[in-house]
């Protein structure tokens, strides 16, 4: 081997730019080293903090899938106890079919309250598997450019991923969209035949009357209330931001029908994993009006690895030509500036405002922009 093949062996190996400060691994003698932020782990170091995180967000995310289970085996077994109260010669009649639909669409709401708390486990541990472990088996052998910020920006600013008709929709499609078939062939079961079979519907639409409301009344309110069940759940079927299911991440609603459209389509180009959840980070702008023009600079970009561009200003109040700095960021990247600009120049004046876009320099590229 050559002094330039060796070189070229022992130079620092860089990750691909991402949304924060990027991750670098330095080749030593002794062990590789994980730089990020200024903090220094080895890699057994790191690679073990990664695995217990991921243990303890499966763990979690299995206490959520617990709960899930418990509302459905409630809605289940009180349907089992109405109905066979219901026809029971005894106490038989059909109201307690329609109070335990009311009970059930109680459980239902119940249910997916607990399936987004569950997808927020849920992302995470996606998050890991596909962008984490994944990476260590398919080339470039290395995680994609943005997984370390979306799973630090999860971690600091927790939010629901799914929204709440997804989470109704897909599990009243799951589970409860027979649980109400069964109740309402019940309830017309129970008001046909039971105690004997009606001879006909206006007799049918008078047992079918609830106090006082009529018959027809009732049957009008049961048809509408089914039926707008039934189109939530047809509305919501494109919907497929839950991590945690087994569901193509690309194309269009599934056809039981076509198999082609059962198999996932290629992802997009680029190195990003299949079943990834991807959205737009929260991204910022900041300006900074300082004395300390230089050393905050230098300080953004040799550590936080961000760029800064100087704008011209003048103080309306003194008439004193000013230098504000601007830098773009993102969210989980705030404290560290802050923390830069405090020592650096407590006098300083620090606006940080959302922004809608960036794109480039280190954030999106371009290029991925022009491709969609």
Sequence with gaps: MDRQTKEDANAPRMAPESGVASATYETTAAEPVWTFRGYKLKASEFNQA???????????????????DMTTNWAVLTTGATISVAFTRELGNHSVILLNTLLVTLFLFIEARRYRFYEVWSTRV????????????????????????SLAENLLQPHFTISLAEAL????????????????IAWLANVGTYPTPVQSFEEFLARAALGPIPGWLTL????????????????????QEAAGEVWPRYGTAPDLFRIEKILPKPAPKGWRAWFRRSYQREQLLALIITDQVQAISDKILHEMKRGVTALPGTGMYTGQ???????????TEVHQLRSIVGALDPQAVLIVSPAREVSGGGFTPLREKLDL
């Design 169 to 184: 929709g897909r599990r009243y499609r799951r589970n409860y969209v027979w649980i109400y078939f069964i109740l309402a």
């Design 126 to 149: 996606r998050l890991m598997e596909t962008d984490f472990f994944a990476a260590m088996l398919v080339p470039p052998f290395q995680p994609a450019a943005d997984w370390a910020e």
């Design 220 to 239: 009008a309110i049961g048809f509408l209330f089914n039926i707008g069940l039934l189109v939530m759940g047809l509305l919501t079927v494109t919907l």
């Design 321 to 331: 030509a000013r230098t504000v700095l601007m830098c773009a960021l993102t969210v």
């Design 50 to 68: 990664m695995i217990h995180f991921f243990r303890s967000q499966v763990s979690r995310a299995d206490v959520w899938r617990q709960r899930l």
